[in-house]
């Protein structure tokens, strides 16, 4: 093998791990190995004081779902969305995916992503439960829930990958179980008192709004539109993070489908 092409398949197998943090999937061991590898740093070099997003006009976070959702996708559309993996024909092991991006309007370098997912044989509960408690978190340190609130939950994890400092979050969960059936929920970075910001750990910022729901054309699939925004912070580039997030989109969810799928057996 010559070493353009080891070189090539190291960066593609570092793309789609550094790309799966979307959804709890953190920094694995061979991923950090990579990153050495590549002669890259998720400790040093942190921009400071990165501009994070935020509900606009005080509208809820259901309304600001409604909003991105009825953004134009179709090519030169006005907001800038480029569909970066598009709807296979056809359902492999029963699932399929199509990822799309966009610039920020809040002028953070770190792109918008909105997944749409059909999956045969699941249900919104079960991607709920799910959510809620995530299982086998590679390098997890800690997973709490903080508080139990009306309409969800606030929960705190700390995550950290060998040669990497740790990176930790704080996320309140928003939950709206739907008169049709839906789930609609909201994880999003948030601040506690019991767990205010530390030391040789990396306070990440997270967003993900999801709705999940029955498909009314086909049967026993379920559907899910989810936008996701995040910003790892630490020394990893944000244009690597974005040519990273339609692979590792897909790669994650594939193993969530096959989770699901065990788990109910």
Not at 60 to 86: C, M, P, V
Not at 126 to 134: A, G, T, V
Not at 160 to 178: E, G, L
Not at 181 to 207: D, L, M, W
């Amino acid at each position: 093998m010559s070493v353009l092409r080891w070189r090539c398949q190291r960066k593609s197998k570092f793309l789609i791990h550094i790309g799966s943090v979307a959804h709890f999937r953190f920094f694995s061991n061979s991923t950090s190995e990579v990153l050495i590898t590549m002669g890259l740093c998720c400790c040093c070099g942190t921009r400071r004081n990165p501009i994070l997003p935020q509900v606009q006009g005080g509208a809820t976070e259901y309304e600001e779902f409604q909003r991105l959702l009825a953004e134009d996708l179709s090519e030169g559309n006005f907001h800038g969305w480029q569909i970066k993996s598009d709807w296979p024909q056809e359902y492999k092991n029963d699932f399929k995916m199509r990822v799309s991006l966009r610039p920020h309007e809040c002028g953070n370098p770190n792109h918008l992503l909105r997944g749409d997912g059909k999956y045969v044989g699941v249900r919104p509960q079960q991607f709920l439960d799910y959510l809620l408690n995530p299982e086998n978190l590679p390098g997890l340190l800690e997973w709490v829930d903080v508080e139990d609130l009306s309409d969800g939950y606030i929960k705190y994890c700390r995550v950290k990958a060998p040669c990497m400092k740790a990176r930790d979050h704080v996320w309140k969960y928003t939950i709206d179980k739907r008169d049709d059936g839906s789930i609609f929920v909201t994880i999003r970075t948030c601040q506690h008192e019991k767990y205010p910001e530390r030391k040789n750990t990396i306070r990440a910022y997270y967003y993900n709004a999801c709705l999940f729901q029955m498909s009314k054309e086909e049967d026993d699939v379920m559907e899910m539109t989810e936008f996701i925004f995040q910003d790892l912070k630490g020394g990893i580039p944000p244009a690597l993070m974005n040519s990273a997030l339609p692979a590792g989109t897909i790669a994650t969810n594939k193993k969530e489908m096959e989770y699901l799928k065990n788990k109910s057996k």
